[in-house]
């Protein structure tokens, strides 16, 4: 996996016109295209404006608790024997996830395009939670659309969210989840653009936000990245994280990408099983199709209807994914597995066992795959988890689990 | 030539303007989008827009979304509607564009989509989600089938995006005449007036306006300073109401009378 060349120049991607090869791009209803133009201009000066990166930086380290540590999971790796394995801790963040990074930025973005009303879409409610926080940071309106369903399965976050001051607004349409919040987020954006912004919580929408949420999360893999060599003298033999749409694997993977030695896996949900039709591995199983304003994989029918994702793990929940991630699989830069619901939870279990740690299920994906991983490689190698959450919104499902065990 | 070309035409002539008039295609059944085309036919639509339901409707409104899922429900596939295309070319020359998300044109393939669709008797395209900017694909197959690529101006559109709309755009230009989605709202801003004005500056082709025209009123004063006017929410909710009812396309013919006979 680590031998096929790249042809790829450096920061070519995407493109002028927001493609990663044929991939992204920016499929929305005209109405939009302004506000995207006028968008991606505003972020391009802001990431050379030595004041935006100062407030951003500010606020990574005094109000979200950055650096975050590179833990050197000694235990776990005696366990795994053949893999040294170390977790970038995102899960220690305030609000508990890598998510906060995001929309620091975003938020930081939107006060100086002057919008007053954010809007957001949320499945798990842990970018919901991340984008009340930054509103309530900033004294700005929020308003975030959660579907129906998830509203029921992740309660504790809804009263997060409202505590923050923010409006929850569950959505009765199509599936009642992610993609259909999504959907709702869009409508509303189209209707109010003048003075809403849209600040989406993973590397998925149109252009630029795919770049755009990379560039604010790409601080995890630089990090790492130093941290590692550090410790190490060496760079990892392995980056693993979790992906739903992608943005913690992005952050990380990005670093390393012109690190050819380092070897990417991004790690989908195979929820019941890849063959039963009840999963979230966009990548693994679906075809390159156009949802939420990008062409990347997707989950759909013979017909082009997009297909419903399933996945214990709320944040995964979602029948697209990253177009950059698409890219990367279709280069050959990174590679792409899923892991089932099941061998999740055995995850979650594995790193509360040998580390003290209780991993978010999402992040749980990751660090299933690494036993598999381990029987793999030859002789001893080094690799890095983006542990990108923390496990405690996910109690109430796993009580259902442990429960069920127990019958 | 085209269906759509040549009904402009005509229009241009007789110094009309046009009624189009948006039905979802299997809602409620596709036995009965095949009688509702032939009674709004009778009943003064000078163009119809067939609807491909879609999952995830994300520019339209409570209306459509909850006739596009119905139709899902109901089976409807792109297959079966150009079957019923096909069935309605047997006995009507009225002018056809399918209006569909992108992702069921480009799951198939653009040229295929097209080929396929203008195979069965459509003459237009209209993709919400697919701006002039992502479509080089799909004009050349339009362009190579004969088939109108019809794109929209919107009252956000910036004024350099005005012109290369306008050009890309064939059979006519469709001007949403409020940002936001499709549906009835309390009012049509009076902006859209310099808007349409802005637009006829660089462009010699029919606009026509759409998005939330739901009265005889609203159709006499969008159809005053423009090329034509599409109905589809309202409609749509008139198939609701009659929904069950024998005589339902009958009786939205009627409904449809009223608002064409306001041009």
Redesign the interface.
């Known amino acids: 996996m680590r031998k096929k060349r790249l042809s790829v120049k450096k920061n070519k991607f995407p493109d002028k ?1 927001g493609h990663y090869g044929d991939l992204g ?11 995207l ?1 006028d968008l991606e201009q505003e972020l391009k000066n802001a990431l050379k404006d030595p004041a935006f990166k100062k407030e951003f930086r500010y606020y990574l380290k005094d109000f979200a608790n950055r650096p975050t540590s590179l833990y050197y999971a000694e235990r776990l790796s005696r366990e795994l024997k053949t893999l040294k394995v170390y977790l970038k801790r995102e899960d220690l963040l305030h609000t508990g996830a890598h998510k906060i990074n995001n929309t620091l930025g975003q938020i930081i973005l939107a006060r100086r395009m002057k919008k007053t009303r954010i809007i957001a879409e949320t499945g798990a409610g842990q970018h919901g939670v991340a984008t009340a926080t930054v509103c309530a940071l900033f004294g700005l309106k929020c308003v975030v659309y959660m579907g129906a369903e998830d509203v029921k399965r992740q309660a504790l976050n809804v009263v997060r969210m409202r505590l923050l001051g923010a409006e929850v607004v569950p959505v009765q ?2 599936t009642k989840t992610l ?2 919040a ?2 709702e987020a ?2 509303d954006w ?5 003075d809403t912004y849209y600040l989406i919580g993973t590397v998925a929408g149109p252009h630029p936000y795919p770049m755009m949420v990379r560039e604010f999360q790409k601080i995890i893999g630089q990090e790492a990245r130093q941290q590692f060599l550090k410790k190490e003298k060496k760079l990892p033999d392995y980056v693993l994280a979790c992906v739903g749409g992608g943005s913690n694997a992005m952050g990380i993977f990005y670093p390393f990408f012109y690190d050819a030695s380092v070897s990417l896996i991004g790690v989908e949900a195979a929820g019941h099983g890849l063959d039963t039709g009840a999963h979230s591995a966009a990548i693994c199983k679906g ?7 990008c ?1 990347s994989a ?1 989950l ?1 029918n013979a ?4 297909q419903n994702a399933h996945s214990i793990a709320a944040g995964l929940d979602y029948p697209g994914v990253g177009p950059e991630h698409y890219y990367y699989k279709k280069i050959g830069r990174a590679d792409y597995v899923a892991i089932t619901d099941k061998e999740a939870i055995g995850g979650l279990k594995l790193l509360s066992r040998t580390e003290g740690i209780i991993p978010a299920l999402e992040s749980s994906h990751a660090l299933a795959y690494l036993p598999k991983l381990a029987r793999q490689v030859k002789g001893k190698k080094t690799v890095i988890v983006c542990l990108s959450g923390r496990g405690d919104k996910d109690m109430g499902t796993i009580q259902e689990v442990l429960d069920h065990e127990s019958h | 030539m085209n269906r759509i070309d040549l009904k402009f035409q005509q229009l241009r002539k007789a110094g009309k303007k046009a009624f189009i008039a948006y039905i979802t295609a299997g809602y409620p059944s596709l036995e009965a989008t095949e009688a509702l085309v032939l009674a709004l036919e009778e009943s003064g639509a000078d163009i119809i827009e067939l609807g491909i339901p879609f999952s995830d409707p994300m520019a339209d409104g409570p209306t459509i979304q909850e006739a596009s899922f119905k139709a899902l429900e109901n089976g409807t596939t792109v297959r079966k509607i150009l079957d019923m295309v096909r069935a309605i070319r047997r006995v009507s020359n009225i002018p056809l564009a399918l209006m569909t998300y992108y992702n069921p044109v480009f799951h198939v393939g653009d040229a295929h989509f097209v080929e396929a669709a203008a195979a069965a008797g459509i003459d237009g395209l209209i993709i919400p989600d697919l701006p002039p900017d992502e479509a080089k694909e799909l004009r050349a197959a339009c362009l190579a089938h004969d088939v109108a690529n019809i794109f929209f101006l919107s009252p956000t559109t910036t004024a350099a995006r005005i012109a290369p709309i306008a050009k890309a755009s064939t059979g006519f230009i469709y001007f949403v005449s409020v940002a936001g989605v499709t549906g009835s709202r309390k009012s049509i801003p009076a902006e859209i007036a310099r808007d349409i004005r802005a637009a006829k500056k660089v462009t010699d082709k029919p606009v026509c306006i759409g998005f939330g025209v739901s009265t005889p009123e609203e159709v006499k004063a969008m159809a005053n300073i423009s090329d034509g006017v599409i109905v589809g929410s309202a409609i749509i909710k008139e198939i609701t109401k009659h929904s069950g009812q024998k005589d339902m396309p009958a009786r939205v013919a009627a409904f449809v009378q009223k608002l064409s006979s306001a041009l």
Do not use: W, Y
């Open positions: 016109t791009g920016r499929f929305v209803p005209e109405t939009l295209m302004a506000i133009i349409s199509g993609k259909d999504m959907n869009i409508r189209v209707t109010n653009v003048k075809a390159a199709g156009v949802l939420h304003g062409k997707l759909q017909d082009g209807q997009v």
